[in-house]
């Protein structure tokens, strides 16, 4: 019901756009996250944007991603620019309802993941 795209390999100080796109459910009244995983690390919350418009990012993210929807396609966005080898994970898109945003509890549906490497 979640399908994430548009990793990729990409030198650091570059920038890609992931894409989650929703199907199968009324992706307007859920929160958009976007968590990733690094080898051997918990999964860990990127960005997130709620139904209600509101808008959310890891301390380590700030300023350098931007998360966005276009609820008439049915689909949300990750910017991801400046990125740095740190940033280097599998990224996943999930919706939910809950108020925690930043926890992965919250969240109902998740897609498979896309693989995002930086190379320094």
């Known amino acids: 019901q979640l399908q994430a795209s548009g990793g990729g390999l990409v030198q650091a100080g570059g920038s890609l756009t992931l894409s989650c796109a929703a199907s199968g459910l009324t992706f307007r009244i859920y929160t958009m996250g976007w968590f990733r995983q690094a080898p051997g690390k918990e999964r860990e919350f990127v960005a997130a944007?709620?139904?209600?418009?509101?808008?959310y990012y890891s301390d380590s993210v700030k300023g350098r991603f931007t998360i966005s929807r276009d609820n008439a396609k049915n689909t949300g966005y990750l910017q991801m620019n400046s990125l740095k080898p740190e940033d280097m994970a599998v990224y996943y898109c999930a919706v939910g309802i809950a108020d925690s945003y930043y926890l992965v509890r919250s969240y109902d549906y998740w897609g498979q993941g896309t693989q995002v490497t930086v190379s320094s």
């Open positions: 944007l709620k139904w209600s418009g509101g808008i």
